[in-house]
T-cell receptor, first 112, second 113 residues
Framework: GNSVTQMEGPVTLSEEAFLTINCTYT??????LFWYVQYPGEGLQLLLK???ADDKGSNKGFEATYRKETTSFHLEKGSVQVSDSAVYFC???????????WGAGTKLIIKP | SQTIHQWPATLVQPVGSPLSLECTVE??????LYWYRQAAGRGLQLLFY??????ISSEVPQNLSASRPQDRQFILSSKKLLLSDSGFYLC????????????FGEGSWLTVV
């Protein structure tokens, strides 16, 4: 069945460091891929998405490229800020039903 | 804008008491609606989803139930809460087709004591 695997957290970085949060998936066909962010005490917000291979989603300085050959959708940011501290969820939709398949989430801690 | 209202934002309930969490959606017709639960420090668990009025699909057997009395209203209920029901409950919506992007409300914190 379909699945999403994220790197385990917490990931702790210093401000202005480069960020990569790995996400790989297993799915049949051509799923859509998503990154959501959850700030402390809040609901989830869509951060970015990609709907086909080689698409790059981007938002707020974050980027992720849909790599079908490696079944990956890694989240990157060139220079993180303390305000980026949050939990990041990778998810996929195979378009066959109304649900998303979720990764377990990766907690990111940015220290000043 | 398509807004999701969810209330109450926080509540503390004794074991065995009833529960009602309400969610309403603005700005869209015939949305798909969802209830998720997030236990402390853990990932998301889909509890229920609905593709239309009166149509509820349950993903996890439990003492919770959901109802959709109106197109843009989704209610999560329990007759008798358990300690294990504590968590962060999120209402969400998507468009009318499979694979549409899901958008979330601000969540409701439930503590069962």
């Amino acid at each position: 069945g379909n699945s999403v695997t994220q790197m385990e957290g917490p990931v702790t970085l210093s401000e202005e460091a480069f960020l990569t949060i790995n996400c790989t998936y297993t799915a049949t066909g051509y799923p859509s891929l998503f990154w959501y962010v959850q700030y402390p005490g809040e609901g989830l917000q869509l951060l970015l998405k990609a709907t086909k291979a080689d698409d790059k989603g981007s938002n707020k300085g974050f980027e992720a490229t849909y790599r079908k050959e490696t079944t990956s959708f890694h989240l990157e940011k060139g220079s993180v800020q303390v305000s980026d501290s949050a939990v990041y969820f990778c998810a996929l939709s195979d378009g066959s039903n109304y649900q998303l398949i979720w990764g377990a989430g990766t907690k990111l801690i940015i220290k000043p | 804008s398509q807004t999701i209202h969810q209330w109450p934002a926080t509540l503390v309930q004794p074991v065995g008491s009833p529960l009602s969490l309400e969610c309403t959606v603005e700005g869209t017709s015939n949305p798909n609606l969802y209830w998720y639960r997030q236990a402390a420090g853990r990932g998301l668990q889909l509890l229920f989803y609905s593709v239309g009025i009166g149509q509820i699909s349950s993903e996890v057997p439990q003492n919770l139930s959901a109802s959709r009395p109106q197109d843009r209203q989704f209610i999560l209920s329990s007759k008798k809460l358990l300690l294990s029901d504590s968590g962060f409950y999120l209402c969400a919506r998507s468009g009318g087709s499979p694979g549409n992007t899901i958008y979330f409300g601000e969540g409701s914190w439930l503590t069962v004591v």
